[in-house]
């Protein structure tokens, strides 16, 4: 029996989003083992997004692991991440409107967290400032760099410096050091990809240098994401953000070498219908796996070979097939799909059904899907 398949599948409703407990396991080793390679610091220098799968289970693996830093994105996850119990957590995004009343509800709610948030700019560092001030109250924040992603954070140029020493002189805000993003560096093949890194993040250097030399000490700098994870843990002088990698998926599995990481989530979906020869209708639309990508790169059935993904709706997936496979083929038979684009993925399901040794064991909840969870 092949590694995904279910022993009693008529257990688990369709579509349904299943976590591979074992492989979950295995990944969050493969992180740790990364980061300490060289004899580095191992689970100390990991603070792994939780974006991938914002699921409480998973964070208290994690930080049985060893793991103690979380960076996420929205207050919904740092809410989830806090409940689990992580000591200190990076909301790495930044914080406008009624988002930065809700960091200081989440802080009151989570006394023994360490809450952090990024700034790329004056106005939006000031309004921080204030609203810590007006508490009575001081946030930490990390510099959002902008080294080539050009998403979010400050450029690396002479500015960049300006910022670090507005952001100091507020009174309402301590720094917490830099957070640089690097995930437009998609290069397959490692030697490639570590060249483009080195140099996006050699652009970064000497401001950090002089940042460095102005604070008096050195500041905690978190780089990259999952592509670029392997290059930067060479860097022993900086924090790393895997996020992916938990769960891991076709787009990034087939895409970079060099990363040892398992297939840890999939969907389940059945036949529903056999409209006409050659054509297999399977209960797996856009509503339960990411859409983003074309239609060619959205799903890959394990268990079925020699198929086309035709067409997508809410809850149907149309396939063409030939006529032997059509023929064999019968309403009800169960496919397992590896999605593209886990993250996204995950955030479509209220539930992740949890499968050990081919059962299933337990049922975990997509805690952190809403933008909201109580604050």
């Avoid at 309004?127 to 992603?149: I, K, W, Y």
């Avoid at 700098?221 to 999952?226: A, E, Q, T």
């Avoid at 396939?319 to 019968?330: H, I, K, M, R, T």
């Amino acid at each position: 029996m092949s590694w995904y398949q279910l022993t009693n599948p008529g257990e688990v409703i369709s579509p349904s989003l299943l976590f591979y407990k074992g492989r979950i396991e295995s990944n969050i080793r493969s992180m740790v083992n990364i980061a300490g390679s060289s004899g580095q610091r191992s689970a100390e220098r990991l603070v792994p997004h939780v974006k991938t799968h914002k699921c409480p289970e998973i964070v208290a693996m994690q930080l049985s692991a060893g793991i103690s830093k979380f960076k996420c994105a929205t207050i919904a996850e740092a809410e989830m991440v806090a409940t689990a119990g992580a000591p200190w957590v990076l909301i790495a995004y930044q914080l406008v409107g009624p988002n930065i009343d809700r960091l200081f509800a989440l802080r009151n709610m989570f006394p023994d967290t360490t809450f952090a948030s990024l700034v790329d700019n004056e106005q939006t560092a000031t309004l921080l400032s204030e609203a810590s001030r007006e508490r009575g109250l001081r946030s930490a924040v990390f510099l959002d760099v902008n080294n080539g992603m050009n998403r979010t954070g400050h450029a690396t140029d002479e500015s960049l410096l300006s910022l670090y020493r507005f952001v100091s002189g507020l009174d309402g805000l301590s720094f917490g050091g830099v957070h640089i993003y690097d995930g437009h560096i998609r290069n397959p093949e490692f030697s490639e990809r570590k060249a483009a890194a080195d140099e996006a993040y050699e652009q970064a250097l000497p401001l950090l240098d002089r940042i460095e030399t102005e604070c008096g000490y050195e500041p905690m700098i978190i780089v990259g994401g999952s592509p670029s994870f392997t290059v930067h843990a060479l860097r022993p002088e900086v924090y790393l953000s895997p996020g992916t990698n938990v769960l891991w998926d076709w787009g990034y599995g087939d895409r970079f070498d060099g990363q040892p990481f398992e297939h840890a989530a999939l969907i389940l979906t059945r036949v529903v219908s056999k409209p006409t020869p050659g054509i297999l209708t399977i209960d797996l639309g856009h509503k339960a796996i990411a859409a983003e990508n074309p239609i060619e790169n959205r799903l890959r059935l394990l268990n079925l070979p020699d198929y086309t993904l035709l067409s997508q709706s809410e809850e149907h997936g149309v396939l063409q097939v030939s006529n032997d496979v059509w023929e064999s083929v019968q309403i009800g038979d169960v496919f397992y799909a590896l999605p593209y684009h886990i993250c996204p993925t995950v955030a479509l399901h209220d539930f992740a059904t949890v499968i050990e040794d081919g059962n299933v064991t337990d049922e975990w909840k997509i805690t952190a899907r809403s933008r909201r969870i109580t604050i």
